[in-house]
């Protein structure tokens, strides 16, 4: 028995290929996990400027009622930090839907209401 033959013709090629293997997995891992990330850091970033917007929004409309103009309604805030948020989204290249947008609004709302 030739154990130079049997390394070069099973042993080396069968450890090649679990390597391979090993870093074929661990680099989808890798690739699903900053997938993960950036989702994480895209939404951080939009309900963190959603909050601004809607601070902004109550400003804008507590400016109006001070220079007696007419109140804004709740709808017409949202409708202002939608646009907003829209305009973000589409300057920062993040890839967010307008009903999405919608949902965080409604989401950074309610966890004000909550939190009071």
Do not use: C, H, R
């Amino acid at each position: 028995m030739n154990w130079q033959s049997i390394l070069n013709d099973i042993v080396y090629p069968s450890v090649t290929g679990l390597v391979i293997l090993m870093i074929g997995t661990g680099l989808k891992i890798l690739s699903d996990w900053l997938k993960v990330k950036a989702a994480q850091a895209t939404n951080d970033t939009m309900k963190s400027a959603i909050t601004t917007f809607a601070g902004a929004a109550e400003q804008a409309s507590s400016n109006a009622m001070k220079l007696s103009q007419e109140k804004w309604s709740g709808e017409k805030k949202k409708e202002q930090v939608k646009a907003d948020a829209v305009k973000f989204a589409a300057d920062s290249g993040f890839k967010v839907t307008e009903d999405q947008i919608d949902k965080m609004i409604e989401g950074v709302l309610g966890e004000a209401k909550i939190s009071k």
